[in-house]
Structures are given as C-alpha cells and as structure tokens.
T-cell receptor
C-alpha cells in the first residue's frame, strides 16, 4: 500500500518570505498523481497544485510550485511571497493512476504566517 | 457554479444511534468520494461512487455505508454510532471517473457522538 509522509507537523514563515513544505511517499507504481491541498479553518480542502508522475517538469501555479524528485519519491511545495491568507493546514496526497480512485493523504503540515 | 454542498454542517448524536450525511457534488460531476478526518487517524478514504455504483471502499466496518442517486447526489450512513466515529466527514467530487485532475471538496459535516 502507498504511504505519504509529511515530516513537518508545523512550519512558520514571515509574510513575504518563502517557505518549503516537505512530502515523501512510498509506491512501487510508475503511474500516479500527486497533489497538495490546503485546508483553512473553513474546513474545505482546496486543491493547490497537481503533478503527474510521468511529467518531469515541476508544476507551478502562481506563487506555488513543487519540487518533484521521482527517484527520491519526494514532492515538496514551495510558497513564495507568503501571505497571511496562506496560513492553513497543508496536505500532500497520492493517487494511483490505475488502481482505485482514492487519495492517500499525509498527516499534514500546519503553516503559520507571521505579519 | 455551485461547489460541493454537504449537509448538515454540524451534527450531535448519541451512541447507538444512526446518522445520514448528504453530499451534492458540483453539477456535472459523476464521481463522489467520502473521507473521514480525525486528529488521530488523519484523512482516511471511506468509499467512492460513480454512476450510482460503489467502485472503491476503504478499510471501515460495515456500519459505514453509502449510496449515490441518479442525479449524482450521495449519502453516507453510519449505524450504531460509537464515540470513535466523531469526526469531520468530507465529500469530494470529480468531473471524470478517474479523479486524476483532482477532487473538489465540500466543507464537511462535523459529527460529534456523545
């Protein structure tokens, strides 16, 4: 079974600075998808960014980018120019490309943004 | 376009009772998944429905069940509630059947069992 590990339970960053959240996963599959979700106090999980395993190019969405290291099974999220609204729980998630439509989540990282 | 709607937002039930939670996916989304979120276990997959058929099921006891209607709305039911069932229950929908482009989540139903 696949596992997803987020080794940083909490992180803090100064407003306007850059922060990187770590995620590692374990799988024997070659076809899969990785996601970062944000969960603010409103509880709704919001998709931040998505990466396809067969694409070597790192995904980017505005201030959010990933560093996808397939051989190392690492998928970190970089947030540039951090804003107060970025404060939330961040979850890394794995989805198999051909074995079930379900997400396997990491334990989450609580990001605090200091003004 | 309306998002994923879950009702009710909050629910308090007594041990031994049963509960039904509702989820209306984004219009046009045919896949609906359910997740349980607790401080101890994190986010765990419950089940996934597509075109009224359960395609995948997580490792939960038979007390947890669900269904999907022809309009893609979904319900999940928990019978004989236990204190450990207290959790945030999240519903997610996706347009295609694969979910490879990600899922849109609702704001969840907070269930408290006393």
């Amino acid at each position: 079974a696949q596992t997803v590990t987020q080794s940083q339970p909490e992180m803090s960053v100064q407003e306007a600075e850059t922060v990187t959240l770590s995620c590692t996963y374990d799988t024997s599959e070659s076809d899969y998808y990785l996601f970062w979700y944000k969960q603010p106090p409103s509880r709704q999980m919001i998709l931040v960014i998505r990466q396809e395993a067969y694409k070597q190019q790192n995904a980017t969405e505005n201030r959010f980018s990933v560093n996808f290291q397939k051989a190392a099974k690492s998928f970190s999220l970089k947030i540039s120019d951090s804003q107060l609204g970025d404060a939330a729980m961040y979850f890394c998630a794995y989805k198999s490309g051909n074995a079930g439509n379900m997400l396997t989540f990491g334990g989450g990282t609580r990001l605090m943004v200091k003004p | 376009k309306a998002g994923v709607t879950q009702t009710p937002r909050y629910l308090i039930k007594t041990r031994g009772q049963q509960v039904t939670l509702s989820c209306s996916p984004i219009s046009g989304h045919r896949s609906v998944s359910w997740y349980q979120q607790t401080p101890g276990q994190g986010l765990q997959f419950l089940f996934e429905y597509f075109s009224e058929t359960q395609r995948n099921k997580g490792n939960f006891p038979g007390r947890f069940s669900g269904r999907q209607f022809s309009n893609s709305r979904s319900e999940m039911n928990v019978s004989t509630l236990e204190l450990g069932d207290s959790a945030l229950y999240l519903c997610a929908s996706s347009f295609g059947g694969s979910g490879n482009y990600g899922y849109t989540f609702g704001s969840g139903t907070r269930l408290t069992v006393v």
